[in-house]
């Protein structure tokens, strides 16, 4: 794995793209007989869709949509212009970057291999770190006992 060229920097203002859309039917299908073996209930399918590239201008928006069930075969993503209904899904192997950190300060990129614009860990998601400090998501964690390990620390 290869260390990211610039390293990010907490509130440096880059975020994620967040462009929204919905998966429709003959792509949730097209999703299910990429991954036949053992077909999933479809309600394992992102049909939601948030792309998670680095905010852009223009050019396509991604999503994840289902993780495939062989690590070394990727992920299946789905793929859709502002305004248009998104007309494509596609297995993209993972992206080999991660921040070059030690331990458990390691992190992976979570996007696809090639995708533009910076890694995952280089970009903050405003909408994801406001849900993580929001009081019903603090209510909920210590109600579950924080199952998700993502509980907020203070600094």
Do not use: K
Not at 14 to 32: G, K
């Amino acid at each position: 794995m290869s260390a990211p060229e610039r390293p990010a920097v907490a509130g440096d203002g880059r975020t994620i793209c967040a462009a929204q859309a919905r998966l429709p039917l003959q792509l949730i299908v097209l999703t299910q007989e990429l991954q036949p073996d053992p077909p999933v209930h479809p309600i394992r399918i992102m049909t939601s869709l948030r792309c998670a590239l680095e905010s852009h201008p223009e050019g396509p928006h991604y999503d994840l949509i289902r993780e495939h069930d062989s690590a070394d075969e990727g992920a299946i993503w789905a793929r859709w212009t502002t305004g248009i209904t998104p007309s494509a899904v596609g297995i993209l192997r993972d992206c080999p970057a991660d921040n070059g950190a030690p331990g458990a300060e390691n992190d992976a990129c979570t996007l696809f291999a090639g995708h533009p614009g910076g890694h995952s860990f280089e970009f903050s998601d405003p909408e994801y770190e406001a849900t993580l400090t929001s009081p019903e998501y603090l209510r909920l964690d210590e109600q579950f006992g924080g199952p998700t390990g993502l509980r907020p620390t203070a600094d």
